[in-house]
Structure formats: C-alpha cells, structure tokens
C-alpha cells in the first residue's frame, strides 16, 4: 500500500507564506541591522574645554583636541566650553582658523560657563550656535597691548637702527592695535550676521554683557546648559543614540599610547626606558630602572 502525500489546505499554506514573508522583509533585516550597528561605531559628540587664558600652552590643547574631532569620522559635532578671559592674539587666532575649518565639514556649538570674554569671545564666532548659562559674562570685543618705550639714545647699547631694540615705534604699534581690533569685528559680523541687535560701533566699545543682555543685543542665540548644548550639536550634526567624549583625555591617551608604544611599561604603566620588542637598536639608554 503506498504512502499518500496530504494535500496542505488553503489556510496553512496562506500562513506558511505569512511566516515565510514575515523573515524575508522583517527579521532577516532586523538581524543584518542588529550585526551591522556593532561593525559601525556610534556617533560621538567631542566636548571642548577650554577654562583658562589662552596662551600658546591653551591653544595647542585646543589645536590638537580639533585635529583629533577632524580626524576621526565618528565624531560627528563638536561642543565648545568656554570660562576664559581670552589670551594672546596668536593663539586665539590659531584656534579661531582651525575650529572655522572644522565648522566647514562638521557642526560647532559653544557653551559659555562663567565667562567669555575677549578672545575666548572671538572664537566662539567659529562656531554654529551660543549657549550660555543665565549668570555668565559675555563680550569685551576689543584688543590691549603695552606701547613699547620712547625710543632712547643709550651709550653703551649700539643698534643698527632707533627701533632695533624696540620693535616700533608707538604710532605703528597703534596702527597694528587698531587693525587687529578691525579684524576682531569683522570675525563678529560675520559669525552673528544678522542676529546681532546692536550696532558695531557699539560693540567696538568694549563692554562685556551678563548672558540676558547678550541674549538681546543678539550676542549670543539662547540661555541654556550644557545638556542643551550637546542636544543642539546633535540636531545640527542630524545623528542620534550618540555619546559625549572629552577630547582633552581623548588627546592625552592617543599620545601616551604613541609614546609607550615602542618601550616597555611597568605594573604601573609607565615606560621603562627598554624596548618592549627583542631586536638590535642605535639606541641611547641614560639609565635602567629596576633591580637585576
């Protein structure tokens, strides 16, 4: 007697395809996605500090944590804490220029936390967006600097020219004051355009504003923190399910890692002077720590 094969009726056929479809379109995809997400990092938001004078130390923290943001894809934005009182116009300009370079690809958002005075202002025109904490100071637009000495006549002191051992003379040293002030307010102009609520001649006086005023005069764009901040840079960045990273120690570990990686480390982690690979080397040893 042979075997008879059933006939499958009409509604476990319909809900064998059901399932069948169901894995195509829907579980299959959810499970490539699922793999997928672990093979791509997260988006990272890189966070910024900078909460002294900037001076040449300052900004090539500064400098580097930038270099650090443009050279990794995943850090998608950038949030810039401020609580400084500006610094020398070198290293603010240095900042300025490579954090309006980075602005190019990526988005910036500055978060004032105390104080943003002077230059630490002016870098903040490299960016997308200012928040700032109700009680913090913003402004003093504008540049000092020390007149050198009336040029003297000294006996004992021969130079080839009457501003040799001075640089220049007072006049030209006005003149240079008064065209870094110029480029000062246009950095201005520019980065607020037509949110500003005030004049420039106005701004070119040098007050510095509680964050309310700035808010109204159209020097900043909201009072806000620094959860709020890190919202903006992500809606601007369009990303989400990000994380926060703080470049400074981002920097620090890449150059450690850079350093120890062709030496030997101790228990603690620390160099030891010895090369960690077997090998032969030109290489200068000053002293072996240890015991042997």
Known sequence: MGLTRRKMPFAEKQTFRNIR????FVIFPLIIGIFLSFLVPRPVIGLIEIRDPIDNAAGKAAVKQIQYALNHPEVRALVLI???????INDTELVFLELNHFRKKKPVVTMV???SASGAYYISMATDYIFSNPSAMVGNVGVI???????????????????????????TYVRQIDLMKKNFLHAVELGRGERLKISMERIS??????ASEALQYGLIDALGSQSEAIEKAA????????RTIDLGTAVKNEEEKSVSSFYST???????????????????????KGEF
């Open 21 to 24: 479809t169901l894995m195509l």
């Open 235 to 242: 809606r601007l960045a369009k990303i989400a399910n990000y």
């Open 145 to 171: 600097g020390q007149l050198p000495p009336v040029p003297i006549v000294l006996e004992e002191v021969y130079s080839t020219g009457p501003y040799k051992l001075w640089g220049t003379a007072r006049d």
């Open 82 to 88: 401020l609580d400084s009182p500006g610094g020398t």
């Open 266 to 288: 101790d228990e603690f982690g620390r160099s030891t002077g010895i090369p960690k690979d077997p090998g032969f080397y030109y290489l200068y040893i000053p002293e072996i």
């Open 113 to 115: 936390q105390g104080l």
């Open 205 to 210: 006086r040098g007050e510095i504003y509680p």
